[in-house]
Structures are given as C-alpha cells and as structure tokens.
Nanobody
Framework: QVQLVESGGGLVQAGGSLRLSCAASRSIFSINAMGWYRQAPGKQRDLVAVINSGGSTKYADSVKGRFTISRDSAKNTWNLQMNNLKPEDTAVYYC?????????????WGPGTQVTVSS
C-alpha cells in the first residue's frame, strides 16, 4: 500500500508556470513508476508524464518541451514542473504510483489537484 497526496495546483494565466508535487507514504525506491495524469471535464484520464525507477521519463506529446517530471528520493516525492501553461492544460491532475511484485501490478492514486489556466 502507498498513500499519495498532491500539492501545488491553482489558478494561473496562460504562459505562466506551476509546480506540482506528489508526496508518497513510503520510499520511492520501492515504486516502479511514478506518474502524473490529468482529467478535464467530460474527458478520460490521460497520462501526462512518467518516470520509472531507473530514471527514464516519458511525456505526452502535448506537453513535451513544457513540462518536466523529476523525483526527490530524500523527500519521497516526485514533481511536475509546468511551464508555458495553456488553457487546454486545465484539468484535475492526479499522481500515480505503480508497483509490481514481479507478477502483478498495483496502481495507487492521489485525490487530485485542480490546475486552471486562464486565457
């Protein structure tokens, strides 16, 4: 089990920046993949960015060059730096932790944090 709590959401004008953080209740060394997803009203939840235990990262095409995912093992957190925000980035952002025991995967989610970008 792992509990996750996001922070850092808010209201920002287009072109601005926000930094989201996800705090985990256990060492991130035990987490295989740490990610950020977002869900806009009436839409499905989509992957924004993910970083795995080896440090490899993957981004949605829509955020490449603007968002950066990173991790802080000392604080058991991972972060999403969002620059040059656009109104279409408006959504509830969820952090995700994926763990495997070698046979099965378990996914854990935070409660979400609202990001609103005004034009």
């Amino acid at each position: 089990q792992v509990q996750l709590v996001e922070s850092g959401g808010g209201l920002v004008q287009a072109g601005g920046s926000l930094r989201l953080s996800c705090a985990a209740s256990r060492s991130i060394f035990s987490i295989n993949a740490m990610g950020w997803y977002r869900q806009a009203p009436g839409k499905q939840r989509d992957l924004v960015a993910v970083i795995n235990s080896g440090g490899s990262t993957k981004y949605a095409d829509s955020v490449k060059g603007r968002f950066t995912i990173s991790r802080d093992s000392a604080k058991n957190t991972w972060n999403l730096q969002m620059n040059n925000l656009k109104p279409e980035d408006t959504a509830v952002y969820y952090c995700n932790a994926a763990l495997t025991d070698g046979s099965n995967w378990s996914n854990y989610w935070g409660p979400g944090t609202q990001v609103t970008v005004s034009s």
